[in-house]
């Protein structure tokens, strides 16, 4: 785990907003996403998202702001509009990724290409932290293993942790 990493996961531990998970079974659990779209009604795509986030994952506790950044990892001349939510959720991790997976699929998205390319999308949805879980699963990785890459992440992601 890298220091921003470190650095986001304390702030969660001080603010006492993370879960431990402790008790077995199934409980409320603290989840961070990132979300992004440059195709369409951008702000509109993120906000479709965002509700049928709440209707098939669980309770939107905070949201930032929406904000316009220029493409990453590969060139596109349209822009994206970006921002970071928290929820409560019930399920485990690779239930939330499959739903995510399922909402970016119902709003158009076709997932990256053979050679793992980036490209243009309606919707992104990106699992960055869940409670203080480490994952390293192909499916999966918890922390997200590039936000700290991405300021697209973590302007957003800081804006909520507030």
């Known amino acids: 785990m890298s220091k921003e990493q470190k650095k986001v996961i304390e702030a969660f531990e001080r603010s006492g907003s993370l879960p431990t998970g402790e008790g077995g079974g199934r409980g409320h659990h603290t989840v ?3 979300l992004g779209s440059n195709l369409g009604n951008k702000r509109e795509n993120l906000n479709k998202a965002i509700k049928l986030m709440e209707k098939q994952i669980g309770v939107l506790l905070r949201q ?7 493409p990453w990892g590969f060139k596109s001349d349209n822009s994206f509009v970006n921002a970071a939510i928290c929820m409560e959720t019930e399920l485990e991790p690779l239930e ?22 980036y490209h243009d999308r309606i919707i992104d949805i990106d699992i960055l932290l869940y409670d203080d879980l ?14 700290e890459e991405r300021d697209f992440v973590m302007i957003p992601l800081r804006e909520i942790l507030r």
């Open 32 to 34: 961070y996403f990132s």
């Open 64 to 70: 930032s702001a929406f904000l316009e950044t220029e």
């Open 96 to 117: 939330v990724l499959s739903k995510t997976q399922k909402i970016e699929r119902e709003m158009g998205r076709t997932h990256k290409s053979v050679n793992r390319e």
């Open 134 to 147: 480490h994952i390293n699963t192909p499916q999966l990785t918890i922390p997200h293993p590039l936000m």
